[in-house]
């Protein structure tokens, strides 16, 4: 299984628009696309870098994985989402190599996008998202 971008970074953060608002002045990076996913307990805004994003993610209350992250960990990188043509495959391939998986199946996260995560205690502490991005 081989992603073939690295479709995002993911930050928490305290207060989204003051995080947009430190991106645009530092980098002069604009927000492409902003959306409440409410499934994911998130309110997000992808910045394009690139091919890529930086995603903001303020929480939507604490009782979520980000409410939660931020209460113990405070501001900072979430998570790092891989992009893959076929999230389905990419799980049954992590599956049989006996992966942690939080996501058996995909969900259906920003931009309509299927999404699955693996557990940070697999990977050196970080939580890592598949991505297969919808079509156009
Ligand atoms: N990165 C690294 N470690 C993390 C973490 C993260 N994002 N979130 C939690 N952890 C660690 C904690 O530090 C803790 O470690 P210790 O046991 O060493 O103290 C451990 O995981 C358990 O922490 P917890 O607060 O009890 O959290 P839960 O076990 O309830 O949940 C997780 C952790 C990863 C399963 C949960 O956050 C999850 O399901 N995440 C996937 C969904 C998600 O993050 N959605 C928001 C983003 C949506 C999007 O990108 O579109
Ligand atoms: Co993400």
């Known amino acids: 299984m081989l992603p073939y971008n690295l479709d995002h970074v993911a930050i928490a953060v305290d207060n989204i628009d003051s995080a947009i608002d430190g991106y645009r002045t530092l980098f002069n990076i604009e927000v492409v696309y902003r959306e409440v996913v409410v ?5 997000e805004a ?13 929480p939507l209350s604490v009782d979520t994985p980000v409410g939660k992250f931020l209460a113990s960990k405070g501001e900072g ?3 790092v989402a891989f992009a893959v043509p076929d999230i389905l495959a990419a799980l049954d391939h992590l599956k049989g190599l006996g992966a942690r998986l939080i996501d058996e199946s ?4 920003g931009r309509g996008a299927k999404i699955a995560f693996v557990h940070p205690k697999e990977l ?3 939580l890592v998202e ?3 991005v919808a079509d156009e």
């Open 39 to 43: 499934e994911q307990g998130v309110e």
């Open 46 to 58: 992808m910045l394009a870098v690139g091919g890529s994003f930086v995603q903001l993610l303020q």
């Open 77 to 79: 990188l979430h998570h």
């Open 106 to 109: 995909p969900r259906i996260g």
């Open 124 to 126: 050196a502490g970080t």
């Open 130 to 132: 598949l991505v297969e």
